[in-house]
Each structure stands twice: as structure tokens, then as C-alpha cells.
């Protein structure tokens, strides 16, 4: 069965320096892998995804991912935080047996402190 | 990004009672979703819906659940005498028909508690 492991509940970055939301994955098949971001009281918003090429991925706001295919890793980054980046992250995978539904991680928390 | 839209933003009902949960979702995204996410847990898929059919459901989906399309804009979620569990952040999301790796959009979510 596909799964995301997103193993840190929460992340703590000052402001200004560079960030990374880790996630792992386990599917069979090609993985088809998405970070979405959820402010407060807000719905999902997509920020990337990988389907298929390079294995740095840029998205939204200044964020990039890594596809890592030995470590199944598709860790998000980016190079320096804002305060306004403060938010829950989801990894998701595309569930590869069925009708494209996604599978999320359980989330991760980002503080970014000024 | 394109714009799903929820209604209600957040539903307070009576445990029994009948709520439906309505989603506009984007023109040309004919694929459409319900998940649902509990405080403070992942968010779960739900349902997938195309071409007025149910394509999956989850375990979740039981009999007290149920979609559908009725005029062609609105996509709602019914959920017949809701429990106190049910109460959750609903999200509809959309996507393309096209290719399967095509990107879902989400909806802002309506908050449901059930009392």
C-alpha cells in the first residue's frame, strides 16, 4: 500500500535562513508526489509536484523540492524563510491502484521566528 | 491558482440530523473529490466522483454518505444523521480530466461539528 512519512511533527527556522520539510514515501510504481500548504483556517493550496525529470522541482513562493528515488525522499526546501511561510505542510502521493485519489502525510508544522 | 469554492464555511448541526456540504468546483475540472481532515489528524480521501458516478470511496464512506452532481455546477456531499466523529474540516478538490498526474485543487473546506 502507498504511504508518506512526513516523521517531524513540527520545524523551527529563523527568519532568513534556509528551510527543509522532509517526507518519505513508499509506493509501488512511479511516484507522483505533491506538497500542498495550509494556512490557518484555510483550505489546501498546491505548491509542486513531481511527476517525471528533474529531480529539483520548483513550486510556489520561492519553494523547491528534491526527488530523491534511492532514499524515496521528496524533502521541501527553500533557501530562505520568511515569517509568512509559517504554516502546516502536507506531502501527498498519488495513490497509484486507484482513481488518483492522494494519500497525505500527517503534516508538518513550520514556525519561522523573526 | 484556480478556485474551488466551499459552502458552507462551517456547519454546527445536531447529532441525527442531515447536512449537506456544497462545492463549486472549477470549470473543465470534471474530476472531482471529497476529503475530510479531523482536527488535528491527515486528511483522508473520502470520495471520488466522474461523469455522475462514484469512481472510488474510502471505508469511511459508508451508507450515510452520499454525492452527487445535481445541476451540473454544484457538487455536494450528504451525509444522512451525522455522528459525533463526523465532525471534521470537509474539502472538496478538482482536477482535469486528463492526464492522472494532473494537480487537484482544493477548496477552502467547511468546518463541520456535530453536537
Known amino acids: 500500500a502507498q504511504s508518506v512519512a512526513q516523521p517531524e511533527d513540527q520545524v523551527n527556522v529563523a527568519e532568513g535562513n534556509p528551510l527543509t520539510v522532509k517526507c518519505t514515501y513508499s509506493?509501488?510504481?512511479?511516484?507522483?508526489l505533491f506538497w500542498y500548504v495550509q494556512y490557518p483556517n484555510r483550505g489546501l493550496q498546491f505548491l509542486l509536484k513531481?511527476?517525471?525529470?528533474?529531480?529539483l522541482v520548483k513550486g510556489s513562493y520561492g519553494f523547491e523540492a528534491e526527488f530523491n528515488k534511492s532514499q524515496t525522499s521528496f524533502h521541501l526546501k527553500k533557501p530562505s524563510a520568511l515569517v509568512s511561510d509559517s504554516a502546516l505542510y502536507f506531502c501527498?502521493?498519488?495513490?497509484?491502484?486507484?482513481?488518483?485519489?492522494?494519500?497525505f502525510g500527517a503534516g508538518t508544522r513550520l514556525a519561522v521566528h523573526p | 491558482e484556480p478556485e474551488v469554492t466551499q459552502t458552507p464555511s462551517h456547519q454546527v448541526t445536531q447529532m441525527g440530523q442531515e447536512v449537506i456540504l456544497r462545492c463549486v468546483p472549477i470549470?473543465?475540472?470534471?474530476?472531482f473529490y471529497w476529503y475530510r481532515q479531523i482536527l488535528g489528524q491527515k486528511v483522508e480521501f473520502l470520495v471520488s466522483?466522474?461523469?455522475?458516478?462514484?469512481?472510488?470511496k474510502s471505508e469511511i464512506f459508508d451508507d450515510q454518505f452520499s454525492v452527487e452532481r445535481p445541476d451540473g455546477s454544484n457538487f455536494t456531499l450528504k451525509i444522512r444523521s451525522t455522528k459525533l466523529e463526523d465532525s471534521a474540516m470537509y474539502f472538496c478538490?478538482?482536477?482535469?480530466?486528463?492526464?492522472?498526474?494532473?494537480?487537484?485543487?482544493f477548496g477552502p473546506g467547511t468546518r463541520l461539528t456535530v453536537l
Open positions: 478538490a478538482a482536477r482535469k480530466v486528463g492526464t492522472s498526474t494532473d494537480t487537484q485543487y
Open positions: 470549470s473543465n475540472h470534471l474530476y
Open positions: 466522483f466522474y461523469n455522475n458516478e462514484i469512481s472510488e
Open positions: 501527498a502521493v498519488k495513490d497509484s491502484g486507484g482513481y488518483n485519489k492522494l494519500i
Open positions: 513531481y511527476i517525471t525529470g528533474d529531480n
Open positions: 509506493v509501488s510504481g512511479n511516484p507522483y
